[in-house]
DNA sequence: CCCCTGTATGGGAGCGCTCCCACGCCGGGG
DNA sequence: CCCCGGCGTGGGAGCGCTCCCATACAGGGG
C-alpha cells in the first residue's frame, strides 16, 4: 500500500539547497565543487539513504557497469570443476573493486546460445568475459565483430579473424614441467594421457608433453600417447588402452587431475606400484590430489589469478580504450607441485 | 568515429508506419494489436536489429528483470563445492526460462558485505538468492526488513524475525537414512565426524543422526561424536580423535564426503578394514566419492533441483507476489547411494 | 439516421539521471 | 573604476521506454 519511492537525486538537491547538476557532481567525484557545499550534499544523502538509480544513469551514460562472464556449454558441466571456481572467485573481487558487477550467463541449448550472442551484443553489457575452451566456439568471433569488448580466458581459437585479448595459463610450459619431471626421475617411456583434441587446453599439455620428450631426445611413439575426456573415468578406461599397447611404460602424464585418479586405480588393479613401477603426474591440482594414495604430483595453475587479469584486462583496457586497443595476451606460469607419485 | 547508435524503438515505429505505442504494445505481447500492424513491426524490428534498451524499460518500470544470487563469505571459498556448482546451474536455467539475469555477488570482507547489503536493498535487483550456510549471517534479516524479495537456500537462521521463504535439502532426513544404512548392517558402536555447530547443515545431520540412533534405541555417548569443519583434513583429525576415545567403535557417519576422505584414510593408517571392520557412509555424494577405494555409501542431494526451486519460488512468489505472500517452505528429499564402504 | 460502445492506434508526459550551456560572482589588470 | 576571465553553480534538454489518455473509426440498437 505504501508503495515507499526511494529517494531520488532532485530530493537530494532540494534537501541540500543545491541544483541537481551539483549533487550529480558530487556523487561522480568529478569537477569542482565547494568543500561546504559538498559536505552538505553528503549530508542529505546519508540522511535521506539515498542511492542512485542505475537505470536512469545508464540510460544517459550509455554505460551498464555490468559485464557478463559467459560459461559456454558444454563447460557449464564443468561448473564444478575449481577451474571455474577459482576464475569467477578472481573475476568477482577485481570487478567489485571496479564498481562492475558480474553477470552470469551460462548457455544450455543452441537456441539459447544464439539468444546469448544477439543479448551480449545488444548493449546490455559494458564487456564479456568469455570462457570456452572448445576450439570451434563461434561466440568469441561473433562478439568481437561486434564490437563488443571481450577477454577471453584461454587461448582463443584457430584463426581469430578478430584479434582479441585473451589470458591464458601457460598448458605447454606446464604440461612440460611435467614430463621433465617424469624425465629427471629417470624414466624413459614415458606415456600421456592426454585431453580431447578439440580443447586447446587439450592441444597444449600434449605439445608440452611432446617438447619435453624431444628435448631429452627421447622418442615418442603413437602407442604412448592416448587420448581421455578429462574424466576421472577417461582416465581409467585409457589407462587400460595404455597398458595393453606399452606394458613397459614407466611413467604417465596425465592431463587432468581427474584423469590422473582413474590412472590411479586401473594401475592400482593392475598390480602396477606407484611410483615404483610407474610414476604418475597429473595436472590442476584439485583438492583430491593431496589427499590420494599416493599423493599426486600435479601442476597447478593460478586460475584465481587467471580470473582476476580476465577481469582486469576487460576492464582497463578492451573496455577503457575501445575496439583500437592493441589485443593484448597475458601468459600465466604453473608451479609444478611434487608430491610422492612421480 | 563511427559511434554507431543502436536502433530505438522510435525508429521501429517510424519504419513501420505507426505509433511508438503500438511498437511498444507488440514487443510486450500485451494488448489488442491487429495482426497486420503486429506483423508490420516485427518486419520493422527485424530489419533494423531492433534490442529493447533494458536501462530505459527498468526506468519507468521500475523492474530491472535481475536477480542476484548471493554467496556469503566464507561460502564462497566453498565455491568449488559441487553443492555451489549445482545450485548455480539449477538458478540459471530457470531465471533463463523467465527471462531474468543473474547476477552473481560475493562479498569477502565485512566492507563489502556492508556495502552489497546497501546494493542489495537499493532497488538494483528484483530478488535475491541467498545461500548462507551460517547461522548468524544478519543480510536475510537485513534484506526481509527491507522488503525486498528473497529466497533462502537452506533453513534459516535462527530467529527468523522476518519470515522469508526458503528452499531446503532435509539434512534430517538425510542423515537419518545414512544412520539406519548402518544400523541395519548390524553395527552398533555408531561414532558420527559431525560438520560444524554454526552451520545449519551441520546441526540438522547430527540431529538425523540421532533421531535415527534413538529410533533404533541405541545409546548416544558423548564420545562417538567428533566434529570436524567439513574438510578432508578436518574428516582426518577427528577420526583419529575417535579412534583414541572409542577404539571399539564399528561404523563411522561423515557430515561430508570430504570429511568421509579423511576418515577413510586415517581408518587405513590404523589398519582398519573398510567396511568389515569400520563401515562408513558420507554425505554430499560428490564426484570423489563413487571412486574411493572402496568406493563410499553417500547421501545424495539434488543440488540442481535446490536451485531451480530457490528461482522458482523467488520468481513465481516473493517477487510476483510481494511482501505479503505467505512464506514458502520447500525441502527436498535426498537419496542415500549404496556402494561398498558401508 | 444518430448515438453509444468497443476496438485499434497515436502520442504527450514523465521515469531519474548526466550533459552542457548560461549565469552570477569574485579578483586582477587596464 | 570598469571590464574581462574563470570558478562554482543552476537548470533545461533529452536519453529510450511505458503508461495512459485522447482520438478515430466501425457497427448495432433505438
New binding site residues.
Partial sequence: MGEE?????????RRA?????????V??G?????P???EAVRAAIAELG????????A????RTDTVALVVSEPEARLFDQPFFAGIVRGVSAVLTDRGLQLLLATARTGGDHERLGDYLSGGHVDGVLLVSLHTDDPLPDRLAGAGVPVVLGGRPLYPPRHPVHYVDIDNVGGAASATRRLIGAGRRRIATVAGPADMAAGQDRLRGHREALAEAGLPDPPELTVHGDFSHEGGARAMRELLEAAPDLDAVFAASDDMALGVLRTLREAGRRVPEDVALVGYDDTAAAAHTDPPLTTVHQPTERMGGEMARLLADTAIAEGPDAKPQAVVLDTRLVVRASG
Same sequence: chains 1, 2.
Fill in positions: 519511492r526511494r529517494p531520488t537525486l532532485e530530493m537530494v538537491a539547497g543545491v541544483g541537481r547538476g551539483t549533487v550529480s557532481r556523487i561522480n568529478s569537477s569542482r565543487v565547494s561546504d557545499t559538498r539515498y542511492v542512485p538509480n542505475r537505470a536512469a544513469r540510460l544517459v551514460t550509455r
